[in-house]
């Protein structure tokens, strides 16, 4: 009895060493999981650095290529040895502002109603209907603009003055597209916010509009910031919209109701055909995707800055 007693406190007192262990052992797993997930997220990013660089390097040192056209000059014909990348800029820009113009104020504006004054009842409604936007493909958009966007505008500003392709409807379109992802990412910001916030706005007799614009938004401007700052790059490297919808004329234009041809829908275009590889045209593919990453990156930059020197007034 004596023995068995003995032998009972024994693994009593190892049991609780065993699972401390096991528990350990847990811990190391997950932590090596999420180690090796980050470390491949960055072994991602730098390795397709190295490969936009290193292919958009044989394009710059090709004789026919020189770093003052290609920044310089805004015409882009391969055909002719005319390498100037501003012509597939500015469609790229122009396409990307519309769609923020369109996307930030529609998206604010429903992300404040479905936070601040929407019922339980129409949130479950209203929220899934904008979530299914973003599962729309984007060739359905692309055909969406071309054959109901287009023709709605070329109704009321006239069909002499805007074509077939032009970037406006494109750009519209894009907006709607990125739309859901602005709302929801805002409308998840806002909820963050403290209840006390609102109940101290509603005690100094602020009404409810006042309380949502001139408290509740500054408090989540950050977050707000942050699905702008998707919303852009969304936008930016959007490809099937402006591909059917914009055209294909690499032209330099800022007049939405022209036809220009995109950064993506160029690359799109031109990496479908046959092009030999290693030649002039093969590599400038590489060199305009180099340029689309610098200017995403920029972008990104410029907007990080924006939302921090914002978010130090409310801290």
């Given at each position: 009895?004596?023995?068995?007693?003995?032998?009972?406190?024994?693994?009593?007192?190892?049991?609780?060493?065993?699972?401390?262990?096991?528990?350990?052992?847990?811990?190391?797993?997950?932590?090596?999981?999420?180690?090796?997930?980050?470390?491949?997220?960055?072994?991602?990013?730098?390795?397709?650095?190295i490969?936009?660089?290193?292919?958009?390097?044989?394009?710059?040192?090709?004789?026919?290529?020189?770093?003052a056209?290609?920044?310089?000059?805004?015409?882009?014909?391969?055909?002719?040895?005319?390498?100037?990348?501003?012509a597939?800029v500015?469609?790229?820009?122009?396409?990307?502002?519309?769609?923020?113009?369109?996307?930030v104020?529609?998206?604010?504006?429903?992300?404040?109603?479905?936070?601040?004054?929407?019922?339980?009842r129409?949130?479950?409604?209203?929220?899934?209907?904008?979530?299914?936007?973003?599962?729309?493909?984007?060739?359905?958009?692309?055909?969406?603009?071309?054959?109901?966007?287009?023709?709605?505008?070329?109704?009321?500003?006239?069909?002499?003055?805007?074509?077939v392709y032009?970037?406006?409807?494109?750009?519209?379109?894009?907006?709607?597209?990125?739309l859901?992802?602005?709302?929801?990412?805002?409308?998840d910001?806002?909820?963050?916010?403290?209840?006390?916030?609102?109940?101290?706005?509603?005690?100094?007799?602020?009404?409810?509009?006042?309380?949502?614009?001139?408290?509740?938004?500054?408090a989540?401007?950050?977050?707000?910031?942050?699905?702008?700052?998707?919303?852009?790059s969304?936008?930016?490297?959007?490809?099937?919209?402006?591909?059917?919808?914009?055209?294909?004329?690499?032209?330099?234009?800022?007049?939405?109701?022209?036809?220009?041809?995109?950064?993506?829908?160029?690359?799109?275009?031109?990496?479908?055909?046959?092009?030999?590889?290693?030649?002039?045209?093969?590599n400038?593919?590489?060199?305009?995707?180099?340029?689309?990453?610098?200017?995403?990156?920029?972008?990104?930059?410029v907007?990080?800055?924006?939302?921090?020197?914002?978010?130090?007034?409310?801290?």
């Amino acid at each position: 009895m004596q023995a068995a007693a003995k032998q009972e406190t024994v693994n009593t007192t190892f049991r609780p060493k065993i699972l401390k262990r096991k528990l350990r052992l847990g811990e190391s797993a997950i932590e090596a999981g999420l180690f090796i997930v980050g470390f491949l997220t960055i072994f991602v990013t730098v390795s397709i650095v190295i490969v936009l660089g290193d292919q958009a390097l044989l394009f710059f040192l090709d004789p026919e290529v020189t770093l003052a056209e290609f920044f310089m000059s805004t015409k882009w014909v391969p055909a002719i040895g005319e390498f100037g990348i501003w012509a597939l800029v500015s469609a790229t820009l122009t396409t990307s502002a519309i769609a923020i113009l369109v996307a930030v104020p529609l998206g604010l504006s429903a992300a404040i109603y479905l936070s601040e004054y929407a019922s339980h009842r129409a949130r479950a409604v209203l929220k899934p209907v904008l979530e299914i936007l973003a599962g729309i493909p984007t060739v359905v958009y692309g055909y969406f603009a071309l054959l109901f966007v287009t023709p709605l505008l070329r109704e009321l500003i006239g069909s002499e003055r805007i074509g077939v392709y032009n970037m406006l409807s494109a750009g519209l379109v894009m907006g709607i597209m990125i739309l859901p992802l602005i709302s929801s990412m805002s409308e998840d910001a806002l909820s963050a916010v403290p209840n006390s916030l609102r109940e101290a706005a509603y005690a100094m007799g602020a009404t409810p509009f006042e309380a949502s614009t001139q408290v509740v938004l500054p408090a989540a401007l950050s977050g707000i910031g942050a699905a702008v700052i998707v919303g852009i790059s969304r936008a930016v490297g959007e490809t099937m919209i402006v591909a059917i919808a914009s055209g294909a004329t690499s032209e330099f234009t800022f007049n939405p109701l022209k036809a220009a041809e995109t950064m993506t829908a160029h690359i799109a275009r031109i990496s479908g055909g046959d092009l030999p590889y290693g030649t002039v045209d093969y590599n400038s593919l590489f060199a305009i995707a180099l340029m689309l990453f610098l200017v995403t990156l920029a972008l990104n930059i410029v907007s990080q800055w924006i939302v921090t020197k914002f978010r130090e007034q409310y801290e």
